[in-house]
């Protein structure tokens, strides 16, 4: 599996307007970019810190896994995203030792990105992201 770094760590919000300042004005980062990602029922907000983002999410429908992390689970973490060359292939090589796929092929996210998901049931606990630039 060819992963470069820590992509960005996804943070679920209620509201990415009460949320920003937090990351703003008292760890001194800056929101530069804000963007919707319809298919996903999410906004999103980043912030660079390094080489590795942070990412809120905001719902935009009640149905949006991200609305329904958050009515299970509250805000906080929502997942770890790696970034990968060759998305296919470390999909390809994840499924091949056991990893369950929440996403077999990959598909458009935010940023220009081409994102898919691993099912935390087989990592770990912890809703990964492989992500790598279109």
């Not at 919707?36 to 809120?56: H, M, P, S």
């Not at 296919?88 to 056991?98: C, D, M, P, S, V």
């Not at 220009?112 to 990592?123: D, Q, R």
């Amino acid at each position: 599996m060819n992963l470069s770094h820590i992509e960005h760590l996804g943070i679920a919000v209620r509201n990415l307007q009460e949320a920003i300042p937090y990351y703003e004005n008292v760890l001194g980062l800056k929101c530069y970019n804000i963007e919707e990602v319809a298919d996903q029922k999410v906004r999103t907000a980043f912030f660079k810190l390094g080489d590795t983002k942070i990412e809120l999410l905001e719902p935009t429908s009640e149905e949006s896994t991200i609305a329904k992390f958050i009515e299970n689970r509250g805000e906080g973490v929502h997942h770890i995203a790696f970034a990968v060359r060759g998305i296919e292939q470390a999909l390809a090589e994840a499924e091949e030792k056991g990893v369950r796929l929440i996403d077999k092929t990959p598909r458009a996210g935010a940023e220009g990105m081409t994102i898919a998901f691993l099912h935390p049931k087989s990592t770990q606990g912890v809703l990964t992201e492989f992500c790598e630039k279109r």
